[in-house]
């Protein structure tokens, strides 16, 4: 999937002659396709190896302007695909720039493999000052609470065995990023005698962790009593087989699907059993009551079922509605630490299941074959479906900046259209009525570690990922997010990738003029200073000229729902073409609801 970008001339015959080149040889050999990086001198001879040893390709260097977006680009690439980027990161402070994005990958549980560098660890070896300010001690301890794994091999033949060791850690659920730190000394060591390349092949992850005969029939035995189950789908794979089956044993059990905002496509959200609409950041009223009237609930690697059926409870102290079962399908204790709770509350649960989701959803479905079990459910079927109640918004008065639920249905409008549209980030509080996913590639999730900044590199891995796919990846971002990450796009043009972002607007903080109008409630101070030291409007932002140059194309800021779809059908133009574009959509508040002005126009777009 390489390009023929930044590709170098007169390389000849390259010969494995140094420590780096092993590195880079073994990194050839797993397959990995490309390594996003911003240069560093600890890696001089790594980055050598890759260009004049490997040629600058398998990997490809996707060069970015900042560690985190680099981490960010393969985060959003693994979201596309499940499968790891490698990242260079330079020295001690290139691992200190990246370490949020490293957290934000270790919570979503991507896999990525992460090359670092110091040294050289022999102190008589440095230059002066620069590379005595450029070596830690223990460097894997500025996030060894947040990887997998780490290691800093100390020869040729121990890199091979290392970066062999940290594919296969990484892959194997649940994944997360690994660190391997390749140190000065090592890379520009010349090779004595020869170096052995084991067979990649047999180094493979495992996959399929799968439940114990007796947990499916347990399963099963809890599924023909209930009346009105749910399942909730939270961490799954987004391999279309996979998806397939989830859709089967839906079916063939006739229960309720959950489904999140804060996780990537799971299930067709306009499905006959995804009754309710996608669940937001926290569960309305239908959720909750949904949640106390199911008599069992199977979750799928859910993201915090304690904390969610507490905010449907309204009790701190609710561990599951009173006469509920509760099935845990999970790994991620396996990878629990002590330093980040990102484990989530702690849930009860009835049968719980050390297995890989959706290995134990095929497994579920050739049992039910097995046992010929055909469910129909009239509490199930007698509710009702999301989509019948939902209607265009009123929009705002001429002039006034659109709500979100206006923006929302533009958005959902272009999406509906004849084309393949990949929402690689919805901002904050989108309404789930406007989300009609209905393949794994429809939406990629939030950033897992409540990182701002991480969509614009989350946006660019995707399209890297997404390239020649035929989809259009559209980024649909706050525009703290945006200003935060903004040069990452840089590199989406730099690759020549098609993208179109949409900035949902709205000149603050908001989410901190929340929590900050809640606070002076409490202490009963005036709310209306909620705004102080939150607004990013004196002077605005030029959103469309900080994207233009990074190389994208953009025309001036709008606030009209139907102009917003008409850009974006205009931006569309651009992208299939292989361009950029970007939008900067004007919207209030997350309280911007119908302010009047009667119905949006369809015959104006």
Not at 485 to 496: C, D, Q
Request: aromatic letters at 6%; proline letters at 7%.
């Amino acid at each position: 999937m390489t390009t023929d970008i930044d590709r170098p001339a007169h390389i000849g015959n390259p010969q494995l002659r140094w420590g780096s080149d092993a590195v880079a040889e073994t990194i050839r050999s797993i397959g990995v396709d490309f390594i996003a990086l911003v240069p560093g001198a600890s890696f001089r001879g790594f980055h050598d190896s890759i260009v004049n040893y490997l040629g600058n390709a398998e990997p490809q260097m996707v060069i970015c302007l900042h560690e985190e977006h680099c981490v960010a680009i393969a985060d959003g690439y693994a979201k596309v695909n499940d499968r790891p980027m490698a990242v260079a990161l330079h020295s001690n402070v290139g691992l200190m720039h990246a370490s949020m994005a490293i957290f934000n990958a270790w919570c979503e549980r991507n896999p990525m493999l992460i090359f670092g560098a110091t040294g050289p660890l022999d102190a008589h070896a440095r230059r002066p000052w620069i590379e005595w300010i450029h070596t830690s001690s223990n460097q894997a301890s500025i996030i060894r609470d947040f990887i997998k794994w780490d290691d800093t091999p100390g020869s040729a033949q121990a890199a091979v065995e290392s970066v062999l060791r940290a594919w296969q850690i990484t892959q194997t659920p649940p994944c997360g990023p690994v660190y391997v730190c390749l140190d000065v000394g090592m890379q520009e060591a010349k090779i004595e005698g020869e170096i052995y390349f084991p067979p990649a092949e047999r180094y493979a992850p495992t996959r399929d962790i799968a439940a114990t005969a007796e947990d499916i029939d347990r399963i099963l035995d809890a599924f023909e009593k209930a009346k009105l189950p749910v399942i909730m789908m939270g961490r799954v794979g987004c391999d279309p087989a996979e998806w397939a089956n989830r859709i089967a044993l839906v079916e063939a059990l006739d229960a309720v699907v959950v489904s999140s905002l804060h996780k990537r496509s799971s299930f067709p959200t306009t499905h006959a059993n995804h009754k309710l609409p996608i669940s937001p950041e926290r569960p309305g009223k239908a959720h909750a009551e949904l949640m106390a009237n199911a008599d069992l609930i199977l979750d799928l690697d859910w993201l915090d079922l304690g904390g969610y059926l507490r905010l449907c409870t309204g009790d701190s102290q609710s561990q599951k509605p009173a006469s509920s079962t509760i099935i845990k399908v999970s790994m991620d204790l396996t990878i629990a630490r002590g330093w980040s709770a990102d484990y989530q509350a702690l849930q009860a649960a009835d049968i719980n299941v050390l297995a890989r989701p959706d290995t134990v959803v095929k497994q579920l479905l050739k049992k039910i074959e097995e046992r010929k079990i055909s469910a129909a459910r009239p509490a199930v079927v007698d509710l009702p479906h999301w989509t019948e109640s939902v209607t265009p918004p009123e929009i705002s008065p001429s002039g006034e900046p659109m709500s979100l639920l206006e923006l929302a249905w533009a958005v959902n409008e272009f999406c509906e259209g004849p084309r393949d549209v990949t929402l690689t980030r919805l901002p904050l509080g989108f309404p789930g009525g406007y989300s009609r996913f209905e393949d794994p590639l429809a939406y990629l999730g939030k950033d897992a570690g409540g990182a701002v900044g991480t969509g614009p590199g989350h946006a660019v891995g995707a399209a890297l990922a997404l390239r020649g796919s035929g989809r259009l990846p559209l980024a649909v971002m706050g525009d703290g997010d945006f200003l935060m990450g903004v040069n990452a796009f840089w590199t989406a043009s730099h690759m020549e990738l098609p993208l179109m972002v949409v900035v949902a607007n709205n000149r603050s903080y908001l989410n901190d003029e929340a929590h900050q109008e809640r606070v002076a409630v409490i202490r009963d101070r005036p709310p209306q200073n909620k705004w102080v030291g939150q607004r990013l409007d004196q002077p605005p932002v030029d959103l469309i000229a900080l994207a233009v140059a990074q190389g994208f194309e953009g025309k001036q800021p709008i606030t009209d729902a139907n102009q917003l779809l008409a850009e974006m059908k205009c931006g569309e133009k651009v992208v299939r073409a292989g361009g950029r574009y970007i939008i900067d959509a004007r919207r209030t508040g997350y309280d911007g609801g119908p302010t009047g002005g009667g119905k949006i126009d369809k015959s104006r777009i």
